[in-house]
Nanobody, 117 residues
Framework: QVQLVESGGGLVQPGGSLRLACAAS????????MGWYRQAPGAQRELAAD???????NYADSVKGRFTISRDNAKNTVYLQMNSLKPEDTAVYYC???????????WGQGTQVTVSS
């Protein structure tokens, strides 16, 4: 059974920083892509950033220059360093992993990030 455990969400003031982490465990196989999606109230889930096994990254325009995604392949863990946070970054952040030859997609349970003064 595959499990994704997220951590690091919370309440932060505008301009502040948070670091999210997501650790994958279980019979997941080889992990190809790890990413973070976010969903604000009343909005669709959207990609914030993802990272391939070789380290290639992809960012939404709205987070470029403020967020940094990284991964530790030995630990099957992906991180999202979020700096200069804005109120519009408020959302539930979900970890996504694409793994195995079948390119199975797994989701974390979500972690709330709230940016407010």
């Amino acid at each position: 059974q595959v499990q994704l455990v997220e951590s690091g969400g919370g309440l932060v003031q505008p301009g502040g920083s948070l670091r999210l982490a997501c650790a994958a465990s279980g019979s997941i196989g080889r992990i190809y892509v790890m990413g973070w999606y976010r969903q604000a109230p009343g909005a669709q889930r959207e990609l914030a950033a993802d990272i391939a096994r070789d380290g290639n990254t992809n960012y939404a325009d709205s987070v470029k220059g403020r967020f940094t995604i990284s991964r530790d392949n030995a630990k099957n863990t992906v991180y999202l360093q979020m700096n200069s946070l804005k109120p519009e970054d408020t959302a539930v952040y979900y970890c996504q992993v694409v793994a195995s030859r079948e390119l199975n997609v797994y989701w974390g349970q979500g972690t709330q990030v709230t940016v407010s003064s």
